[in-house]
């Protein structure tokens, strides 16, 4: 017996609009219970039918990083790129394991070798 994955119905202009109104990744996952490869998924089909382009969204998670940015207490994830002010071992966004990585102010003393 083959498993069927369920396929989830996303009205376009929904989503449109809600990117329009700025939800995040976090957000848009939540309210359409996505998992982040669903989300970027979702994306790859929005600029496939040409409702939304490439660059749109590569500047949408620059300007995502930045805004959550605190260098004093940031921890990024390493296989997505979302950063937290609050240090976390599971990453909110992907749901990937990153207890065994270094969190960024750890690693940013390491390689500027600026120890306190």
Known sequence: ?????????????AIMTDLKEGLSDTDLMAKYDLSF???QDLFAKLVEARLATKAYFEKRAKTQVAAQVNEQEAT?????????EAK???CPRCNQDTAEWLDTVELTKILTGSFD
């Open 88 to 90: 976390f071992e599971r």
């Open 76 to 84: 990024t994830c390493p296989y997505c790129g979302y950063t937290a």
């Open 1 to 13: 017996m083959t498993e069927q994955k369920s396929i989830k119905k996303i009205n376009a202009k």
């Open 37 to 39: 490869q669903a989300l």
